[in-house]
T-cell receptor, first 116, second 115 residues
Framework: AQSVTQLDSQVPVFEEAPVELRCNYS??????LFWYVQYPNQGLQLLLK??????LVKGINGFEAEFNKSQTSFHLRKPSVHISDTAEYFCAVSKNSGGSNYKLTFGKGTLLTVNP | GAVVSQHPSRVICKSGTSVKIECRSLDFQATTMFWYRQFPKQSLMLMAT?????????EQGVEKDKFLINHASLTLSTLTVTSAHPEDSSFYIC???????????FGSGTQLSVL
């Protein structure tokens, strides 16, 4: 079984500051890793994903994440945040990158609040 | 715009009544849809996998007689919470998998409050 830990439930930052949202996972098998964002009153949207290859993954809206197998981490970063980045961010893992058995295990989420 | 529509966004019902939540894929035919449940400050928990034309696969601990899932068409899956009780109050989210792109799209969720 897999599990995901998002260490911070809330992260307040000022606009244009850098941010890192932390995610650690545990699994007995190889997994695929995802970050989703949920803006108020909207569905979850995929920010980025790691399936294989380069451990540094770039996503939409200037976000990137680095897969660290030895530390079982997949932290999300952005060098300079905007007010519009205020949202809930979810880290997730799956044993499958696609296919019908596409089950995601989510973390509890991190609320990123960007203040002016 | 949204590619998965979930309705209603919010519903309040009396204890003992049944509530139906709809999940529609707007731009593609979804052979597989997923239903999640989220309690405040908790993870999204997968409840069941809905497969078009066949019975849903429920996760361990989820009562299939209480959470009825119907996936009668390639664009619609419904979750019916039967004889709802206050402990069923939660945020329910659906997702649909586009078999061509293998991408997963989420609905905006339904907040169920049972009085």
């Amino acid at each position: 079984a897999q599990s995901v830990t998002q260490l911070d439930s809330q992260v307040p930052v000022f606009e244009e500051a850098p941010v890192e949202l932390r995610c650690n996972y545990s699994s007995s098998v190889s997994v695929y890793l995802f970050w989703y964002v949920q803006y108020p009153n909207q569905g979850l949207q995929l920010l980025l994903k790691y399936l294989s290859g380069s451990t540094l993954v770039k996503g939409i809206n200037g976000f990137e994440a680095e897969f660290n197998k030895s530390q079982t981490s997949f932290h999300l970063r952005k060098p300079s945040v905007h007010i519009s980045d205020t949202a809930e961010y979810f880290c997730a893992v799956s044993k499958n990158s696609g296919g019908s058995n596409y089950k995601l295990t989510f973390g509890k989420g991190t609320l990123l609040t960007v203040n002016p | 715009g949204a590619v998965v529509s979930q309705h209603p966004s919010r519903v309040i019902c009396k204890s003992g009544t049944s509530v139906k939540i709809e999940c529609r894929s707007l731009d593609f035919q979804a052979t597989t849809m997923f239903w999640y449940r989220q309690f405040p400050k908790q993870s999204l928990m997968l409840m069941a996998t809905s497969n078009e034309g066949s019975k849903a696969t429920y996760e361990q601990g989820v009562e299939k007689d209480k959470f009825l899932i119907n996936h009668a068409s390639l664009t619609l899956s419904t979750l019916t919470v039967t004889s709802a009780h206050p402990e069923d109050s939660s945020f329910y989210i659906c997702s649909a998998r586009n078999p061509l792109s293998e991408k997963l799209f989420f609905g905006s969720g339904t907040q169920l409050s049972v009085l």
